[in-house]
């Protein structure tokens, strides 16, 4: 069965800074392809934050441009984001996300995965 994991979310200040991991791990995993985080802040729809493919090329919503990192480790199958200079507005339960494929090299079947969030709240 293939899980992802969030892990690093919490309460910081306006200002501050954290670090979000996932984990992808499972029986049979042929490859992780792109990688991603997502937020959803109450009453509002979950939002696309950043994507890294598998051989690292990155992508960003224009509200977190020069604040957030996504960055990867194949040998581990683990998705970081870096957020720094954070604000009220980036508060919301982070989700992991990845397309994953599972099987052998003839028989392979590959879809999305989802975590189960983590909570980020940036407050004074």
């Known amino acids: 069965q293939v899980q992802l994991v969030e892990s690093g979310g919490g309460l910081v200040q306006p200002g501050g800074s954290l670090r979000l991991s996932c984990a992808a791990s499972?029986?049979?995993?042929?490859?992780?392809?792109?990688m991603g985080w997502y937020r959803q802040a109450p009453g509002k729809e979950r939002e696309l934050v950043a994507t890294?493919?598998?051989?690292?090329?990155?992508k960003y919503v224009e509200n977190v441009k020069g604040r957030f990192t996504i960055s990867r480790d194949n040998a581990k199958n683990t998705v970081y984001l870096q957020m720094n200079s954070l604000k009220a507005e980036d508060s919301a339960v982070y989700y992991c996300?990845?397309?994953?494929?599972?099987?052998?090299?003839?028989?392979?079947?590959?879809?999305?995965?989802w975590g189960k969030g983590t909570l980020v709240t940036v407050s004074a």
């Open positions: 499972g029986r049979n995993i042929f490859r992780v392809d792109t």
């Open positions: 996300n990845a397309f994953i494929a599972v099987g052998g090299e003839r028989d392979y079947i590959g879809r999305d995965y």
């Open positions: 890294i493919t598998s051989g690292g090329v990155k």
